[in-house]
């Protein structure tokens, strides 16, 4: 998987056009934003037609969901490639963490510049259906790290509940200073906090 939430083919093979068009349409989504990116410079970018576009995508709407639905792919593929190392329910916890510090460190085109999910939500309108794939993503970060403390705490379901929506704020909260930094330190100051708080349950 690349940054753009989309994968890449062999070497020597051209893309399909809808992965060329959804992969263009990331970049330009997470260095310029939503708004600010028209179908021209997507389609420009990709190499295609416009009417390719319109062939694959009912709409731009349609074309920002598909982003929001790859980059939640791109960032669980991340999570489970660093499951697959987890040797404890404290382990997968912080696999969550983990998996946002790899994606922030992707290389992106401009930096990074925070969740390319929460940055797409803020651009769109109240009731849009894209903001309730972002909604569906965060509220699935928080299901996995209950998972999580669930095994860790099986007689303290309620304990667990609360400590995993508690992490859950601090990992939304290092993401948005992230952002705003430019780079993963915050995150991995996160990371250290939730370990420590890990230790003392």
């Not at 051209?14 to 021209?40: K, M, Q, S």
């Not at 400590?163 to 909260?173: D, I, N, Y």
């Amino acid at each position: 998987m690349s940054e753009t939430g989309v994968r890449t083919t062999e070497p020597g093979r051209r893309r399909p056009a809808r992965e060329r068009l959804l992969a263009a349409a990331a970049r330009r989504f997470y260095a310029d934003g939503v708004t600010a990116t028209g179908i021209d410079t997507i389609t420009a970018e990709a190499g295609v037609a416009k009417m390719s576009l319109y062939n694959n995508f009912s709409s731009k709407a349609d074309l920002v969901r598909a982003y929001l639905d790859a980059r939640h792919e791109e960032w669980l593929a991340l999570y489970r490639a660093r499951l697959e190392r987890a040797e404890s329910p404290r382990d997968g916890v912080l696999a969550v963490f983990d998996a946002y510090a790899d994606h922030a460190a992707f290389a992106y085109e401009r930096g990074f510049r925070g969740c390319g999910l929460l940055n797409a939500a803020a651009e769109l309108p109240a009731g849009d259906e894209g903001r309730t794939v972002v909604r569906r993503h965060k509220e699935e970060v928080e299901r996995l790290i209950a998972g999580h403390l669930e095994e860790l705490l099986p007689e303290r379901p309620d304990d667990a509940r609360t400590m995993a929506e508690h992490l859950a704020f601090l990992l939304e909260g290092a993401m948005a200073r992230a952002g705003l930094e430019g780079d993963d330190s915050r995150l991995r100051h996160a990371r250290a906090m939730a370990a420590a708080l890990l230790d003392r349950l």
